[in-house]
């Protein structure tokens, strides 16, 4: 299925609609947060199965209009309701930040990315009560227990910032 939104199309299929809806932080041209809104408006009609919003942090207000405080994560929630699963991640390490997200923000799920590469076992420590021993950092030594291919170890290196590492 084609759905057409003022000119742009995109496919849908039977079941993902996969789009970057995200506020670009160093264009000047691009789409913006109000573009992001009348699309997910438009969108909500179709009866998405879910929506997932990629965000650095998940309190992260919008990066072009800094007087506005309000997550972009709870503006997105509030303009598609409740029936639409809006899928939030970012910067979720612990499990008070994931408490945090759900309950600040009305989020209902919750994705967790680079924090799983560092603790695999995130999962399980939480549902077994181990939250204290949750790994947040990495450390040269953590390399092999985590498997890291030596090309990935080289790649995060020379990018500081991707992911935790601490000498
Ligand atoms: C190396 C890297 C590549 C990424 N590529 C994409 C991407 O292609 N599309 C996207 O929507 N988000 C991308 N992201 C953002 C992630 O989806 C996510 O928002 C970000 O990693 C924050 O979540 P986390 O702290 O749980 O990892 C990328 C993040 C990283 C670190």
Redesign the pocket.
């Given at each position: 299925m084609i759905l057409n939104l003022n000119s742009i199309n995109f496919t849908i299929y039977p079941s993902i609609l996969n789009h970057?809806i995200?506020e670009p932080f160093t264009f000047k041209s691009g789409i913006t947060l109000d573009d992001t809104i009348a699309l997910l408006t438009k969108l909500k009609e179709k009866e998405l199965d879910y929506i997932h919003v990629?965000?650095?942090h998940y309190m992260q207000s919008s990066i072009r209009n800094p007087e506005d405080q309000t997550p972009v994560l709870k503006t997105i929630i509030d303009t598609v309701g409740p029936d639409t699963p809006v899928i939030g991640?970012?910067?979720?390490k612990t499990p008070d930040n994931a408490l945090e997200a759900i309950k600040e923000l009305n989020l209902p799920l919750l994705?967790?990315?680079?924090?799983l590469i560092a603790e695999p076992d995130w999962i399980e420590k939480v549902r077994t009560g181990k939250e204290d021993t949750i790994r947040t950092e990495i450390r040269p030594e953590d390399k092999d227990d985590l498997a890291f291919p030596d090309a990935m170890w080289e790649y995060v290196q020379g990018n500081p910032g991707?992911l935790p590492i601490v000498k």
């Open positions: 970057n995200f990629s965000t650095g991640v970012g910067a979720i994705a967790i990315g680079r924090e991707w």
